[in-house]
């Protein structure tokens, strides 16, 4: 039986870095199994320029044993993205019986700006792909997912809190959360591990998407290495929320106590983001 991890938004980023770190696990730590990495996103090119980093930094010599990366080209976004991944599901099913052992929703993107001056499709849009396609895919891949197999799902420190020039983001990322920790109770009888990953800032694309281009660099980002390592080693141990540095958890556990009103507030006035 194939063991297949996939990884949705796998073209850059923390997708393209869960990719690198997972390859690495399973050509040199795990025992042989035939085991494949399928990446996903919506550019070809930049997810076979993935692929192919990831190979050629292999060290080890090419055995029937390897880990195989593939790479489907896919608009994930909506009903019909989240379609679209059940049908290749189906369509793999040809190459022979699989189960997934590791399912990673981080496909997403992020706008700036205040609700007021963002185009509603592009709002939308962020929803179809942050909220109804991870939850179709989750849907999708259930029947794939035995006991031991998991799902991460990336949702962010912005879902424990309203933010000004953030609303709609901040929003599904909340669905994420919330989404993930009530699925985790619901499969955990069937031996199946869900969590959350809740990253604060993380240097990757996200702040050009978010931004229209404006803003190049993620403001303050931290190491997307150390943000996956911590993440798979937590979400190995079956960690239902996961925030990899001290502040994110101090942020997190704070947002608590503080009025969600007065947060929203605070950051429309004073946390601009050029949009
Ligand atoms: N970086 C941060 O500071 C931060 C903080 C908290 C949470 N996050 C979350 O982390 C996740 C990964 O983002 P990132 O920071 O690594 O940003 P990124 O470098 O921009 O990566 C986003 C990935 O999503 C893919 N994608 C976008 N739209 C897609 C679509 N419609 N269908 C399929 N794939 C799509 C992109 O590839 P294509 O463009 O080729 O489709 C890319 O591979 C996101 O869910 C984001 O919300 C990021």
Request: glycine residues 8%; aromatic residues 10%.
């Amino acid at each position: 039986m194939r063991k297949i991890t996939v990884i949705t938004g796998a073209s850059s980023g923390l997708g393209a870095e869960f990719a690198r770190q997972l390859f690495e696990l399973y050509e040199n730590t795990l025992k042989p199994a035939p085991r494949e990495i399928w990446l996903i996103a919506r550019s070809a090119e930049n997810l076979n320029q993935t692929a192919e980093k990831i190979q050629s930094s292999c060290k080890n010599p090419p055995t029937e044993n390897s880990v195989q990366i593939k790479t489907f080209a896919l608009n994930l976004a909506g009903t019909a993205g989240a379609g679209d991944f059940a049908a290749l599901l189906q369509n793999e099913q040809k190459n022979g019986n699989f189960q997934i052992e590791c399912l990673i929703n981080n496909a997403g993107f992020g706008t700036y700006g205040p609700f007021d001056e963002t185009p509603a499709e592009k709002e939308m849009l962020m929803i179809d792909l942050n909220c109804t396609a991870l939850t179709g895919i989750c849907g999708h891949a259930l029947k794939y997912l035995t006991s031991g197999s998991k799902i991460i799902n990336v949702s962010s420190l912005a879902a424990f809190m309203p933010l000004g020039n953030f609303a709609v983001y901040a929003a599904t990322k909340a669905y994420v959360l919330s989404f993930s920790v009530a699925l985790a109770a619901e499969l955990r009888p069937k031996g199946i591990f869900v969590s959350a990953l809740c990253p604060g800032s993380v240097s990757t694309n996200f702040a050009n998407v978010a931004s229209n281009g404006k803003r190049k660099e993620v403001l303050h980002g931290k190491d997307p290495v150390k943000v996956v390592r911590h993440c798979l080693k937590k979400a190995f141990k079956g960690k239902k929320i996961i925030l990899t540095f001290a502040k994110w958890k101090f942020l997190a556990f704070a947002s608590r106590f503080a009025g969600k009103y007065a947060i929203a507030s605070l950051t429309y006035r004073f946390a601009k983001r050029p949009h």
